[in-house]
């Protein structure tokens, strides 16, 4: 996704079609509901295509003689040509593709997991790394982000956290969400430990279909369940460079738990809403000529400054709502270290700064680490946010709503009345 001010990725592929079908959709800010369960969720489309036709036509002519003639006419004829798009349209690191009662996943490893509904044979031909078979009546989750997908499904899926045996530092979080702790503490479902070292001991003893898994290089976690005959899948959803990529693995659960229907809902309503947002600030920039903001997106500990990097969905979300990032030049899709006088120099004059932490919870706090920053212009001004301690489970759960608060914190004129909930004003 390349960050310039214009929205052209590919979250704007179908935006004027989305648009004026949910434009129609009273409270577009309102959650949607869906239910349902397994079905092939490839999005079709009818494409006229103009194909020319030649035929040869044989004529009997009559005058004195009879003689006979070949004309060649040619016609132009419109057919209708199916085009299938791809069930994953944003997510770059895993892939979904559906046979007959089956589904190919490519995973964050990038290894070919086959899906095979219960019930049906093994496909013969199809190679794959690992079969499951689904859906999973038994899983572990790895991360909190995990956790915050299965949750997401739960307001159109109230049994699916009976599909998951445990979770891993589940006594270590606060947990946003009841129905985790409830669970929790009723010991339905088991805390496996840190995800960079598991209990195995309760790990086999929960006997899993299924760990899903996030991996990093020198991961011993991966060898481990190797050796231990431990399926597990790889979700790699925090290297996604854009906003609707990161949530768009949602899609990797339904084909998991069987429950397609309910992600492609889910995902096509947060999507209509991030487009209606995204259209909503660029038509107002134009109608009432307002200027870009400037945005700085940082943490700073002990002296040491790091910034969300050029190519990160951090960035890639301020320029979907037609913003300037202080850093567009770094090519870092995660975080990147800037020097101090570097900091200084390009956000100085920054309309926004985001502090990227919930550590930090006031301007003398901040000024403490920076004493400099107190000359800031966004800090003149009174426009300084915070991370609030939710962001990072309901953030993400909510993944159109954190787009909302932001598009509000950088237009709070186009937003009125808007009150935020993943970030705190400082």
Known sequence: MSGGGAFSRPVFAASLAVALLLGLVAGFLIGGGASGGVRTVTATSLLERRQ???????????????????????????????????????????????????????????????????????????????????PVQRMVLMSATHVALIERLREYAPDVWDRVAGIMWGGSYRWFFPEVERRLSAGKLVDV??????????????????????????????????????????NSEYLETTLLGR????????????????????????????ILIARKVSASMVTFGLRPVKVAWFSIYRGTIYVAGGQSYVANAIADLNAVYAFPDL?????????????????????????????LTSIEALTEELPQIAEFKAVREGRVYRFNSNIYQLGYMDTEGWFLDLASMLYPDLFPGHELSYFVAM
Do not use: C, M
């Not at 096509?268 to 991030?274: A, F, G, I, P, T």
């Open 52 to 134: 020319t036709v030649t035929e040869q036509l044989t004529l009997i002519q009559t005058s004195t003689v009879v003689r006979e003639s070949t004309l060649t006419v040619t016609r132009t004829e419109t057919v209708q040509v199916e085009r299938r798009e791809p069930e994953v349209r944003y997510a770059k690191f895993f892939s979904l593709e559906r046979g007959d009662g089956y589904a190919v996943l490519r995973d964050g490893l990038n290894r070919t997991v086959l899906l095979v509904r219960r019930g049906h044979s093994v496909p013969q031909g199809v190679k794959a790394d690992i079969v499951v078979q689904v």
């Open 193 to 234: 430990g840190a995800a960079w070292s598991p209990d195995y001991e309760k790990l086999v003893a929960l006997k899993p279909d299924l760990v899903v898994i996030y991996t990093f290089e020198g991961d011993p976690v991966r060898s481990k369940l190797d050796e231990l005959k431990i399926p597990y899948v790889v």
């Open 247 to 274: 949530f768009e693995w949602i899609k990797l659960f339904g084909a998991l738990l069987g429950l397609d229907d309910v992600t492609a809902k889910v995902f096509d309503l947060v999507e209509s809403k991030y």
């Open 331 to 359: 090519r870092s899709t995660g975080g990147a270290q800037v020097s101090v006088e570097d900091f200084v120099a390009r956000a100085r004059d920054a309309d926004v700064l985001v502090v990227s932490t919930d550590l």
